[in-house]
């Protein structure tokens, strides 16, 4: 009975859906990889090392190039995602048990995949080692945050500025391990993924009506995608291009703390968030900091 309650689960769910994803074929982003293929054209050599050594911050990469990089990369997912989606709707309803899985499956890889490429232009670090690896609990709690702020949950918004914070401070090249598995952190990445299951869910049952028709289905099933995956990458992307990370020139004390890309007085704000509905019913008092040269 025990695992059975577990499978319907939304948290299990989504989990489950997200860790099978990560091992599909071609999901995994190489870090350096990507940033030097994208920079090729926009960057020196010495300020693609540093990019790749350190973050595009350090490198001092301009916000219009990694916007335009960034727009790029969005576009180039939404096309391959949704042309994919359409592909999976042209069989129609007899082929339903084996394509909307399937659909699922591709859907989060791509989500995957753009949620790399994003976190890496912003200054994020590795979020997967070796390929046949699997996904460890600091890279699941991370990803599962991007993935609610994809999804316009202001609890995830709260939660990736509280450790991007954390990592300015420390100059990280790493995710901070302790936080995405203890403490304040935790429980949001918990209730979010929970809340994640349950879209999830619904989006597939919408796909699965939209592949009822054949040739039809497939025109249905690839513009929901394409309705659906662009704004979710924008938004994303909005946020991460937003975070003290991603600027250079920004720097914080000891003493402060990080609430949604702001610096608070200290962490009694985040906590709040942690309590507040997905639709951020709580709010917190914050003070601005200028760049600091």
Known sequence: MKQGKEVENPESRFFTVLRAAAKLPGVRIHRE???????????????????????????????????????????????????????????????????????????????????????????????????????????????????????????????????????????????????????????????????????MTKQSFAKTVSKAIPLVGAAVSGGLTFATYLPMAKRLKRHLAGLPLAEPSYRVTDDDDIVDGEVVEDGEAFAAMAHADDHGAATAVVKREEPRS
């Open 33 to 199: 990889a990507y940033l030097r293929s994208a920079l090729a054209r926009h960057c020196s050599e010495e300020d693609i090392r540093r990019a790749t050594e350190e973050t595009p911050a350090a490198a001092g990469i301009s916000a219009e190039i990694l916007d335009k990089l960034a727009n790029d990369s969005i576009r180039f997912e939404t096309g391959k995602v949704s042309a994919l989606s359409a592909a999976a709707g042209i069989p129609g309803i007899l082929a339903l048990p084996a394509t909307v899985p399937a659909d699922l499956a591709q859907y989060v890889g791509h989500m995957l995949r753009i949620a790399q490429k994003l976190a890496y232009l912003y200054s994020w670090p590795d979020l997967f080692s070796d390929e046949g690896e699997d996904v460890d609990d600091a890279t699941m709690g991370v990803l599962t945050l991007f993935f609610g702020v994809m999804f316009g949950t202001q609890s995830a918004n709260a939660a990736v500025g509280k450790v991007a914070g954390m990592m300015s401070k420390e100059v990280a090249k790493k995710l901070p391990q302790k936080a995405l598995t203890q403490g304040v952190v935790y429980p949001m990445v918990k209730k979010i993924a929970a809340y994640l299951g349950v879209q």
